[in-house]
């Protein structure tokens, strides 16, 4: 598996091109606006991989802070179907295909889940992520 991330040296990575999946300095410039956050207060800073055709794109950890906050990673990829994948260092993962048409832009929002529940069991949310993709931008309140 490939990484590059925003953290990572450019001199490490592969040039940008058409058949590259790459982290880029604005959402100007992306094919893909990737949105990741944890969303547990259980689990306050969970580690978080994501890869879009096994190239790595995030790899940090996420502190969920007031919960409701999201860290953008503009991605530029080819058109056409991809492979992303989200792991977490509690043992969650999630694999789920997006498409990026030719000429337009996505918008995907990655989300980890943790919650014990209140001791009944009806309410326990086990470790897990969502991912929601979206063809306009994405609003968050």
Known sequence: MRVLSSGADPGDAPPPGDDVVSVVDGAEQADLILYVSNQS?????????????EVVVVDQDFHVEGQHNWTQFPIELPPGE??????????????QTVTVPDGERRWVVVDYWYHPGDGTGSDVVDPRFTVHV????????
Request: aromatic share 6%; proline share 0%; no cysteine.
């Open 41 to 53: 207060f259980e689990h306050a800073v969970v580690g978080i991989v994501v890869a879009i055709d």
């Open 82 to 95: 991809h492979t992303l994948t989200a792991t977490s260092s509690t043992g969650a993962a999630i694999a």
């Open 134 to 141: 979206s063809k306009e931008a994405v609003g968050f309140a």
